[in-house]
C-alpha cells in the first residue's frame, strides 16, 4: 500500500511539473506584450521598459518559470497586471464560488444518477429501467448552458422562485448564497447525473453477469440481496473514475454556467482576464485548474485501493 | 438487423446533415439580412420558425449554423481519429515498453487539461475563431481514440490468432494494420459517433461564451447567446435553437447506440 | 422417497428446446453423476434444480426435492432453501469469488443470510468449515482475499461456502475441469470425504469419463438434453446399452494408431536454456528478484520423433514453447534447428518458416474477418518466394485435403466450422509451408472426447505419412501416453524426467511423475465386446 502511494506521489509531481511548463510555454507564445497593452498604444517606449521591469517581464525565460512555479509552492501567485493585487488573492475570493458551486452539483449528480442507474439496472428491460434510459438519453444530448437558460425562463423569470443571476456572498447568510447557487447546480448536475446513471447501470449490469453473482444466489441470497452486497461496491470501480472526472469538468465547466448566472467565480475571472491580457492571472487559474483535476485522479487511485484489495498488492 | 435507435438516429442525423447541406445553394431566406420592423416574429407562415432580435429568419440561421456544428465537430473527430488510432496501436504493439509507457503518460496530461481550458488557452493566444475550437476539440479526442484504441488492441494481441501471424512472421505494424485495426473498425466507428456528437456539444458551448466562430457566421450556440436577453421577451429565440442541438446530439447518440448493436452487441464503448 | 427427484423435465429457452423430458433420482449420501458432452444440458439441469435457470427459461415437468415441487415453490422459499438445503459447486474458481470481500465474509454470508446463528457463532463456524476443507486458520485466516489464493485453495472456499450450512444435497458443476490433476484429485477427495461423512448426496456434472468411474454411484448419460443411459456406474460401465455411452468411452479410452517410424538425426536442440522474467519488488528500494520461468532445460528432438511434453499450469511450458518458436529470446542457452539458431538478433525468418504451431482454442486462433483459404495461406508469408495464383489454390486445396476437408473450403468463413474443424484448418494452415516441426499447444484440449479422437487420428495419419515431427504439449497424461513417442515432464521451470512414453508409464522414475500419474484418474478396462445387435438395443 506504501509503496502505491509513493509510486502515485511521484507520477503527481512528474504531471505537475511537465504540466507547469506546457501552461507557460503556450503563455509565452502569445502574441501581444502585457505591458504595452496596459499602457495603451500611444505610450511611450521608456515606460513601457520600465512597467516591464516592474512586471519582471525583462528576465529570462527559464528565470521567470522558476520564479512563477516556486511562487506557487509557497503560495505566492504573484501581483495581477490589471489589478495590481496579488493573484492568490484573486483566486480564494473567486474559488470561495466556483468550489461550493462544483460540490454541490456534484452532490446533486451522484444522488440523483445513484439510484437511477441502480433501479435500471435491477428493473432491466422492464419499464423503469426503459424510462430511466429514455431519460439520460435525452439528459446527455442537452447542452448545459441552454438548460441554464430554461431554467432562468421557468423557475426565476415565471414563476420568481430564484434570482436569475448573480452571487450575494457568503456573508448574505449560507442559505441565501446557496440558494443563488442552487439553479447553476441544477444544470451542471442534470446533464451530468445523465452520464453517471448510464454508466453506473452499464457497470452494474456487468457484474450482474459475472459469476460470483451466481455463487451468491446460490448462497440463498435473493436477487436484491446479491444486488446490494456484492453487485454495488464492484460496479463502483468504473464509477469513482467518472466521478473524478466529473469533478474536474464541473469545475472546470462551470466556466460557461457562471457566464449565464452572472457568478463571480474562476470562469469569469478567467474570461476577464484573457480580455485583458492579464496573463499570469490566467496562467495561474489554468494550473489550478489542472492541479485539482490531477489531485482527484490522485484521489480517486487512492480510493480504488480501498475499494479493491487486488490493488493493495500491486502497482 | 435495423433496430429503432439505428432508424430513428440515422433519420435525424440525415435530416441536419441535408440541411447543412442544403444551405450551402438555398435558404428560406438571406441570413445576412436584417429586418427590424420584423424582428421577435413567432413561427408563422412568413417565417417557419420565426425571427430572431434583427429580424433574421431563424430556420435559414439554422441550416447555415448546421454547417458550422457539423464541420467543427467532423473535423475535430478526424484529427482525434487520425492522431489517436495510430498513437493507440503503436502503444499497444509495443505494450510496457518505453513508446507505450511514453505515450500513455501523454494522453494522461491532456486528460488532465479539461476541455474547455485547452479551448480557452488556445484562444487566449490566437484568438477566437472556428479553427481554434476544431484545434481544441479535436486534442481532447487525441487521447479519448489513443485510450480506447490501445484498450481494444491490447486484448487482440492476447488472441491466437495474432499469435499465428506472429509465426507466421509477420512484424508488428504489418499485424496492426491488417488483423488489429479491421477488428476495431466497428468500435472506433461507434466511438467516433459519440465524440462527434459531443463534438457538437463542445461547439455549441465555445461559440456561446464567443470563442468559437465568429459573426457573421451563425452558429447555434451564438444564436442561444443572443437570445439570452430576449428569452423572457420571445421565449422562441432560445427554444428553438436548444432544440435543434437537443435533437442532432439525441440523433448522433441514438445512431451510434444502433450501430454498436448492429455492428457487435459485445463492443465496449465509453460513454464518457 | 428419493431426495431428489426430477420427473419429465423439459426446458427450453426463449423456445428453443433445451431438456427433453429428462427423469432423474439422486438418494441420500449417494453420488450421482451426470456426464455428456458439452451442449448436452447437463450444467442445466443443475442450475434448473437450483432455481436458476437462465432468464427466457420454461420448464415443464417436476423437480421434486424432499417431496416439495421446487418448480411450484416461491423463490421467496427457493432462497431459503438454496445454500441451507441444496449447496452448490462451480466449475471456474478464479471468477467464483467476490474479489472485494474476504473468504471469511463469503462463507460466513451463507449461514447469517439464513439467520442460521449469530454473527459470532457464524465466524466460529466458519473458521471450522473452512479448516474441514482443508484451509485451517492458522495459515488461511478469514480475512484472505480471494486473489491471495490459488485456483484450487479459491475452490476449496466455494465448497465451504455450499457446506457450511451442512445441506442435504451438494451440486457440483465440473468442479474440478479449471484445476491441475494433482489439485483435482484433491478436490474429488474431499468432496468423497464430504459425502462419506455428512450423509449429504452429490449430483456432480463433468465431461470427464474417468472422474465419474472412480467415484459416482451412479451414472446419468446426457446427450441433446435427453438421458440416454442411467443406472448404477458399474452396471452401465459393464453393460453400455446405449451406442453413445460406447463411443463416448471408447473415445476416451482411445489410442491413436501411431507405428512404427524411422528415427533420424537431432532435428530440433535445446541446450541450457533458461528464461526469466523480471518479478515484482518486495520491498521499495529492494532489487526485484526475477522469476525464472525456464531453468536450464536441455533436449533434442529428432527427425520422425514425436515428444510430448506434460506438465502443470505455471510450469513453464508455455514460456518455453514461445522460445522454441523464436518469439521470444531466452537469457541463456541456445536453441537451433537443423544446427541453426531460432533467435540471433532477433527472429530468424529462416527457421522460423520450418516450424508451425497449432493451438488450444479453435475459436480463438483465426482471424473471423478473413475466409478459410487465407487464414491458412498466412505463413506463406515466411517464404520468400511464395507461390501465386493457381499454385496458390492448389496448395491451399491439398493442405484442406490433407486434413480431410473439401478444397471448396477455402472460400467459406471460419464461423461455419464446428470446433473440431476448425482444429482441423488450424491444423492445415501449419502444414501448409510443409514445416519440419509442428508444436500443438494444447491442442486438443478443448474439443469434446469424440471429437479428440478423430483429431487424435488426423495427427497419426499424418506423422505415419507425411513424417511429420511434433511436440506435443498438454496437462492431459492420457492424451500424451496416447500420441507420442517420447515424453517430457516439466515442473518449475525443470524437465525432470526425459523417456520413451512407454517405459515412462509403466514405470516413472521421478516422484513428481509418479505423483502426477497416481493423481490422474483412470478409467476401467474395456468390458469384453458383445455383438453388435446387443449393442445397438
Same mark, same amino acid.
Given at each position: 500500500m506504501l509503496r502505491f502511494v509513493v509510486k502515485r506521489l511521484l507520477s503527481l509531481a512528474l504531471s505537475l511539473i511537465v504540466a507547469s511548463g506546457v501552461i507557460f510555454l503556450v503563455v509565452e507564445v502569445a502574441p501581444g506584450d502585457p505591458a504595452s497593452f496596459m499602457l495603451? !498604444? =500611444?505610450?511611450?517606449p521608456e515606460t513601457v521598459a520600465a512597467l516591464r521591469a516592474e512586471l519582471g517581464l525583462d528576465q529570462s525565460r527559464l528565470a521567470r518559470y522558476l520564479q512563477w512555479t516556486g511562487g506557487m509552492l509557497t503560495g505566492d501567485f504573484g501581483t495581477s497586471y490589471t489589478y495590481r493585487t496579488p493573484v492568490a488573492q484573486m483566486i480564494a475570493d473567486r474559488l470561495w464560488v466556483s468550489l461550493p458551486l462544483a460540490l454541490y452539483a456534484l452532490a446533486l449528480s451522484t444522488l440523483i444518477a445513484f439510484p437511477a442507474g441502480i433501479l435500471a439496472a435491477a428493473r432491466r428491460g422492464r419499464p423503469a429501467d426503459i424510462g430511466v434510459m429514455g431519460a439520460t438519453q435525452l439528459g446527455v444530448a442537452i447542452p448545459n448552458f441552454w438548460f441554464a437558460m430554461m431554467l432562468v425562463l421557468i423557475f426565476a423569470i415565471q414563476l420568481r422562485w430564484f434570482s436569475a443571476g448573480g452571487f450575494p456572498g457568503w456573508d448574505a447568510g449560507f442559505f441565501a448564497a446557496l440558494k443563488a447557487l442552487t439553479l447553476p447546480a441544477i444544470a451542471l448536475a442534470l446533464p451530468q447525473a445523465a452520464i453517471l446513471a448510464r454508466i453506473m447501470r452499464s457497470s452494474l449490469l456487468d457484474i450482474l453477469g459475472e459469476d460470483f453473482i451466481r455463487t451468491a444466489r446460490a448462497k440463498g441470497l435473493t436477487a436484491r440481496q446479491a444486488l446490494w452486497r456484492h453487485g454495488v461496491r464492484n460496479a463502483l470501480i468504473p464509477v469513482l473514475t467518472i466521478i473524478g472526472l466529473q469533478f474536474a469538468f464541473l469545475l472546470a465547466g462551470a466556466i460557461i454556467i457562471e457566464q449565464v448566472f452572472f457568478l463571480p467565480g474562476l470562469g469569469r475571472l478567467i474570461f476577464q482576464s484573457i480580455t485583458q491580457r492579464d496573463l499570469i492571472v490566467v496562467e495561474s487559474v489554468v494550473m489550478l485548474l489542472v492541479f485539482a483535476v490531477i489531485m482527484v485522479n490522485f484521489l480517486v487511485d487512492l480510493a480504488y485501493a480501498a475499494v479493491d484489495p487486488r490493488l493493495r498488492l500491486r502497482a | 438487423m435495423m433496430s429503432r435507435n439505428l432508424i430513428l438516429g440515422g433519420v435525424l442525423t440525415g435530416v441536419f446533415a441535408a440541411a447543412a447541406l442544403i444551405s450551402f445553394v438555398w435558404t428560406p431566406a438571406s441570413v445576412e439580412t436584417m429586418n427590424i420592423a420584423a *424582428?421577435?416574429?413567432?413561427?408563422?407562415?412568413?417565417?417557419l420558425l420565426g425571427t430572431d432580435h434583427f429580424g433574421r429568419d431563424i430556420l435559414s440561421m439554422l441550416m447555415v449554423g448546421a454547417r458550422t456544428s457539423i464541420a467543427v465537430a467532423l473535423v475535430a473527430v478526424g484529427i482525434g481519429m487520425g492522431l489517436g488510432v495510430p498513437l493507440g496501436l503503436t502503444a499497444a504493439a509495443r505494450s510496457g515498453g518505453f513508446l507505450d509507457e511514453a505515450i500513455m503518460r501523454m494522453n494522461d496530461l491532456i486528460f488532465a487539461f479539461p476541455s474547455l481550458v485547452i479551448a480557452i488557452l488556445i484562444t487566449a493566444v490566437f484568438g477566437p475563431s472556428a479553427t481554434n475550437a476544431i484545434i481544441a476539440i479535436g486534442i481532447f479526442n487525441i487521447p479519448v481514440f489513443a485510450r480506447i484504441t490501445r484498450g481494444a488492441a491490447l486484448s487482440l494481441w492476447k488472441r491466437e490468432f495474432i499469435m499465428a501471424a506472429r509465426v507466421a512472421g509477420k512484424g508488428r505494424a504489418r499485424i496492426s494494420a491488417e488483423h488489429i485495426l479491421p477488428n476495431i473498425a466497428n468500435l472506433l466507428i461507434v466511438q467516433g459517433t459519440i465524440q462527434f456528437s459531443l463534438g457538437i456539444l463542445a461547439e455549441a458551448g465555445l461559440s456561446y461564451v464567443g470563442l468559437g466562430a465568429q459573426p457573421p457566421t451563425p452558429s447555434w450556440g451564438r444564436m442561444l447567446a443572443d437570445a439570452q436577453t430576449m428569452v423572457s421577451l420571445a421565449p422562441h429565440v432560445a427554444l428553438i435553437p436548444g432544440l435543434t442541438i437537443v435533437a442532432m446530439v439525441l440523433g448522433l447518440n441514438l445512431l451510434g447506440d444502433g450501430l454498436r448493436d448492429a455492428l457487435d452487441p459485445r463492443l465496449k464503448v465509453a460513454r464518457a | 422417497m428419493s431426495l431428489l427427484d426430477i420427473d419429465t423435465l423439459s426446458l427450453a429457452i426463449f423456445g428453443k428446446? !433445451?431438456?427433453?423430458?429428462l427423469s432423474l433420482t439422486v438418494e441420500e449420501g449417494e453420488i450421482a453423476a451426470l456426464t455428456g458432452e458439452s451442449g448436452s444440458g447437463k450444467s442445466l439441469t443443475a442450475f434448473a434444480t437450483m432455481g436458476l435457470a437462465p432468464t427466457g427459461s420454461r420448464m415443464q415437468g417436476r423437480i421434486a426435492f424432499g417431496g416439495t415441487d421446487l418448480l411450484r415453490l416461491p423463490e421467496r422459499a427457493m432462497c431459503d432453501l438454496r445454500g441451507r438445503q441444496i449447496g452448490m459447486v462451480f466449475q471456474?474458481?478464479?471468477?467464483?469469488?467476490?474479489?472485494?470481500?474476504t473468504i471469511g465474509a463469503q462463507v460466513m454470508e451463507t449461514i447469517l443470510v439464513h439467520k442460521a446463528m449469530p454473527r459470532e457463532a457464524a465466524k466460529a463456524r466458519a473458521r471450522e468449515v473452512l479448516a474441514r476443507v482443508g484451509l485451517p486458520p492458522a495459515r488461511f485466516p478469514l480475512s484472505r482475499y480471494p486473489h491471495q489464493l490459488s485456483g484450487g485453495q479459491r475452490q476449496r472456499v466455494v465448497i465451504a461456502m455450499a457446506i457450511a450450512l451442512r445441506p442435504r444435497l451438494l451440486i457440483a458443476d465440473e468442479p474440478t475441469t479449471a484445476l491441475d490433476v494433482t489439485t483435482q484429485a484433491q478436490i474429488l477427495d474431499l468432496l468423497k470425504t464430504l459425502v462419506r461423512e455428512d450423509g449429504m448426496a452429490l449430483m456432480m456434472i463433468t465431461h470427464d469419463l474417468a472422474v465419474v468411474s472412480d467415484m459416482a454411484d451412479t451414472l446419468h448419460v446426457m446427450r441433446h438434453g435427453e438421458i440416454v443411459e442411467a443406472g448404477r456406474t458399474a452396471e452401465v460401465l459393464r453393460d453400455m446399452r446405449h451406442p453413445y455411452t460406447r463411443q463416448l468411452f471408447d473415445a476416451s479410452r482411445h489410442r491413436a494408431d501411431l507405428g512404427a517410424k524411422d528415427i533420424g538425426a537431432p532435428l530440433l536442440s535445446v541446450r541450457n536454456v533458461s528464461r526469466d522474467y523480471p518479478a515484482a519488488r518486495k520491498s521499495l528500494f529492494g532489487k526485484p528478484e526475477p522469476f525464472r520461468a525456464v531453468d536450464t532445460v536441455s533436449f533434442d528432438i529428432r527427425h520422425g520423433e514425436r515428444v510430448g511434453l506434460v506438465g502443470e499450469s505455471g510450469c513453464g511450458k508455455s514460456t518455453l514453447t514461445r522460445a522454441i518458436l523464436g518469439l521470444e529470446p531466452v537469457q541463456e542457452g541456445q536453441i537451433t534447428l537443423g544446427g541453426e539458431?531460432?533467435?540471433?538478433? *532477433?527472429?530468424n525468418l529462416a527457421i522460423r518458416r520450418r516450424m508451425q504451431v497449432v493451438f488450444q482454442d479453435p475459436y480463438g486462433s483465426? =482471424?473471423? *474477418?478473413?475466409?478459410v483459404g487465407r487464414l491458412i495461406a498466412e505463413p506463406f508469408h515466411l517464404l520468400p518466394d511464395p507461390p501465386r495464383g493457381g499454385a496458390r489454390e492448389r496448395a491451399i486445396g491439398a493442405a484442406l485435403a490433407s486434413v480431410g476437408l473439401a478444397p471448396k473450403d477455402a472460400d467459406r468463413y471460419i464461423h461455419a466450422f464446428s470446433g473440431g474443424q476448425r482444429q482441423r484448418i488450424a491444423i492445415a494452415r501449419a502444414l501448409i509451408i510443409k514445416p519440419d516441426l509442428i508444436v500443438f499447444d494444447e491442442a486438443v484440449s478443448a474439443l469434446d472426447v469424440r471429437v479428440r479422437a478423430q483429431i487424435l487420428d488426423l495427427m497419426a495419419d499424418l506423422s505415419r505419412d507425411h513424417g511429420l515431427t511434433y511436440l506435443f504439449i498438454s496437462h492431459d497424461l492420457g492424451v500424451v501416453r496416447s500420441i507420442t513417442d517420447r515424453v517430457l515432464v516439466m515442473k518449475a521451470g525443470r524437465i525432470v524426467e526425459d523417456r520413451p512414453t512407454k517405459a515412462l508409464f509403466d514405470a516413472p522414475k521421478h516422484p513428481y511423475t509418479r505423483s502426477l500419474l497416481a493423481a490422474a484418474p483412470t478409467l476401467p478396462p474395456p468390458p469384453e465386446t458383445r455383438d453388435a445387435a446387443q449393442a445397438s438395443l
Open positions: 495603451g !498604444i =500611444n505610450a511611450q | *424582428r421577435l416574429q413567432l413561427p408563422g407562415a412568413g417565417h | 428446446p !433445451i431438456l427433453k423430458r471456474e474458481p478464479m471468477t467464483a469469488l467476490n474479489p472485494v470481500q539458431p531460432v533467435w540471433t538478433d *532477433r527472429a483465426f =482471424n473471423p *474477418r478473413h475466409k
